[in-house]
């Protein structure tokens, strides 16, 4: 089995705060991870490590290492929003951006380069049919995102998520809002 990400004695500080403490873990490529613990643990502090969110956190030191396919995705030479094509999240409280459901999806898509209408109604319709909404979704594409219920807007991130081609998509917590679409 080939290492996608591994994490070598990690520790995360919010100004003095210690709130990851050693983390040593190899994930795997092509295989499902789920990590379970109570609440405020650590679960959504270290998935957030894992595609640089933390870098947009106010006092927040990260000291060890992660590698992304044997990369060092903290080295000055790492570009964050490239790492994040590669490793998409979808957070635990749906985000959507106060824009229409098509340019929710084409976000993405559009700040790595494709500027094809052809090509962006390609993307958007897959990744909403991929995150199962395309069906309630596919005759407003231009209404605001913001009017949708939870559970379609939690889809939509993910949809959003997947709108890039992600190699690991991490997903916190999501399904806690689709339960009431089951």
């Known amino acids: 089995m080939e290492t996608k990400i591994s994490t070598s004695d990690l520790n995360l500080y ?10 040593n873990l190899d994930i795997y490529e092509n295989q499902i991870t789920a990590f379970i613990g109570p609440s405020g643990c650590g679960k959504s502090t270290y ?10 956190v106010p006092d927040c030191h990260i000291t060890g290492q992660v590698l ?34 098509y340019d929710n999806i084409a976000y993405g898509p559009r700040t790595h380069g494709i500027r ?13 049919r991929n995150a199962a909404i395309w069906d309630e979704c596919k005759d407003r594409l231009k209404k605001s995102a ?13 949809a959003r998520a997947l709108a890039v081609e992600p190699e690991v998509l991490l997903m916190d917590e999501n399904y806690s809002t689709l339960r009431a679409c089951a």
């Open 47 to 56: 998935l957030k490590t894992l595609n640089r969110m933390n870098d947009l």
């Open 14 to 23: 919010y100004g003095n705060n210690h709130a990851l403490k050693n983390i």
């Open 146 to 158: 913001l009017g949708m219920s939870g559970g379609q807007q939690q889809r939509l991130c993910i």
């Open 68 to 101: 992304f396919e044997g990369t060092d995705i903290y080295s000055r030479k790492v570009d964050a929003a490239a790492l994040r094509k590669k490793v998409g999240m979808v957070f635990q409280k749906a985000n959507p951006f106060p824009a229409s459901i």
């Open 116 to 128: 094809s209408k052809s090509k962006l109604d390609d993307i958007v319709e897959r990744s909403l």
